[in-house]
């Protein structure tokens, strides 16, 4: 059971954790964030995550109000407080308190949330998952915000359609999903995954890294008519690692079943994993 979270440095019982009404996160969503998983008490490729956070932060023109050691510091003495080695961490940094209710304050607060590890379904990696299209491209897509009004606004429609996530596309090309990077196998074996335009997911880059090894890799505009042609797709992100996607809308992606370069990347990126927490813990 998680009983801390940390609120501006300090180690605080999770219900005493608290932001006043005048945060900008509440009054404008002005704020960003950032997810991980720990395993076995070690935060998986924390310092890619904590560089894609100091990103967002400068994109947002927020101040970290600690040093990338005392983050490092104050996350692991919360997964260490509340004895859970397998969880997700989450790091928000909102725009403070703001006295005229629009202009970020001097300085953000900072919360760290730990939660349970999510878990998915064997059948979703075995059987391949269904994304709903929808058009729409991020602000400030490079950058992690809180903002996720699409998302949650979709989230009926999206689970009425039976679908894993709503990926969004805009003037004819295919971005991401709400919360995953998205991939596609073409007959040859390429991968394609958009180059410009979406957040720099960690877990994109992982699987970037290993199918270069194994596979021709092109980071460049997708459009939606090659998406629809594309043998195999996939999505990727902290929580899923790789998931196989096997339908768009009313689009079948190849014969409908999770493909083979899919599924060797997925062994392939579990490897690199394994390789990191034998590393971390020796």
């Keep these: 059971m998680i009983k801390y979270y940390s609120v501006n440095g300090k180690l605080t019982p999770r219900e005493d954790a608290v932001l006043q009404v005048t945060d900008l996160a ?13 395993r076995q008490g070690h935060p998986l490729f924390l310092d890619d995550y904590l560089d894609r956070f100091m990103r967002s932060a400068q994109l947002l023109r927020l ?17 260490k407080a509340n004895g859970t080695p397998d969880a997700g961490l989450k790091l928000v940094l909102t725009g403070g308190y703001s006295e005229d209710g629009y202009s970020p304050a001097a300085t953000p607060n900072l919360v ?3 939660s349970e590890l999510p878990n998915y379904p064997v059948s979703k990696y075995e059987d391949g998952v269904k994304l709903m ?11 992690k915000t809180i903002n996720y009004i699409m998302g949650v606004y979709m989230l009926p429609d999206m689970l ?36 410009a335009g979406v957040l720099a997911g960690v ?19 997708l459009s939606v008519e090659e998406m629809k042609s594309a043998r195999e797709a996939f999505i990727t992100s902290s929580t899923k690692n790789i998931m196989p996607v ?37």
């Design 246 to 282: 096997v339908q768009v809308d009313e689009d079948r992606i190849g014969n409908g079943k999770p493909g083979r370069v899919t599924q060797h990347l997925m062994d392939v990126l579990g490897a690199e994993i394994s390789r990191y927490l034998e590393a971390a813990t020796h």
């Design 63 to 79: 101040n970290i109000p600690f040093s990338r050691q005392a983050l490092k510091e104050q996350i692991l003495e919360m997964i």
């Design 133 to 143: 299209g929808c058009e729409y491209h991020r602000t400030i897509p490079t950058a």
């Design 203 to 221: 877990t994109r880059k992982k699987t970037l890294e290993v199918a270069r090894r194994h596979y021709r890799v092109e980071e460049r505009e």
């Design 160 to 195: 009425a359609a039976g679908a894993e996530d709503v990926l969004f596309h805009f003037g004819g090309l295919v971005y991401e999903t709400t919360r995953a990077n998205f991939f596609i196998v073409k007959e040859d074996d390429t991968i394609v995954t958009a180059g």
């Design 112 to 114: 760290i949330i730990q």
């Design 26 to 38: 509440i009054l404008r969503g002005y704020g960003m964030f950032d997810f991980f998983l720990a």
